[in-house]
């Protein structure tokens, strides 16, 4: 297995000859999705996910209902590869088994409304690894590799912390990280090392393109 980090929320995952690529948006150069099998994306936001990207590689791709709906308005020529899926669901992509997990973004500020958001679990022989999109939800299951969102315009450092202690991941690698400075992203490795260290749990920051 590998786990690559690419730019803010993607992660390009392989295993067993097969490549998965989650959340390649604005903040992701277009080579994270060359030789793709799959594509998954958690929500409809842009810093997740682009025409351009998806066009990148012809891969099929697996999202919820909101992001189909908005493909096939702004790119219908995508939408004969893009399958709709619904949180609860187990299905395969490309060989890799996968739960979708979860159907809320994180509350921005309560006047907006909750946007949908699903993330995926996925199992990668025998090693679980949860994306869990734009919200602070577990998957209701112990996980071997949380991949830990760190700075947003929803996120207060404390609740990085708790998101990551409540899954109790034994490794956690850092994602959605474009809002932050370097600056700001040492303060909040510190942080979670301060309370994950003594539970035993790791945290990761790659630069993109740098591997787990």
């Known amino acids: 297995m590998r786990i690559t980090k690419f730019g803010h929320a993607c992660v390009r995952i392989e295993h067993d000859g097969s490549t998965i690529v989650i959340d390649p948006g604005v903040f992701t150069d ?55 899926v619904a949180p609860g669901e187990s299905l395969t992509v490309a060989g890799v088994p996968v739960e979708v997990v979860n159907e809320r973004h994180a509350v921005i500020h309560p006047d907006y409304p909750r946007f949908h958001n699903s993330g995926y679990l996925l199992d990668l022989g025998g090693t679980s690894v949860f994306h869990p999109g734009d919200a602070l939800d577990g998957p209701g299951r112990p996980v071997d590799v949380l991949l830990l969102p760190v700075s947003a315009p929803w996120l207060k450092a404390s609740e990085c912390i708790d998101f990551a202690v409540g899954v109790g991941a034994k490794r956690n690698l850092g994602i959605h990280d474009a809002i932050y400075s370097e600056a700001g992203l040492g303060f909040i490795e510190t942080h979670l090392a301060n309370f994950l260290g003594p539970r035993e749990q790791e945290y990761s920051y790659l630069v993109p393109g740098a591997d787990l």
């Open 30 to 84: 277009l080579e994270a999705v060359d030789g793709a099998d799959a594509v998954l994306l958690t929500h409809e936001h842009p810093d997740h996910w682009t025409a351009d990207h998806l066009r990148r590689a012809d891969a099929p791709v697996f999202t919820i209902a909101d992001v189909a709906t908005q493909i096939a308005d702004a790119a219908p020529d995508l939408l004969e590869r893009t399958t709709t």
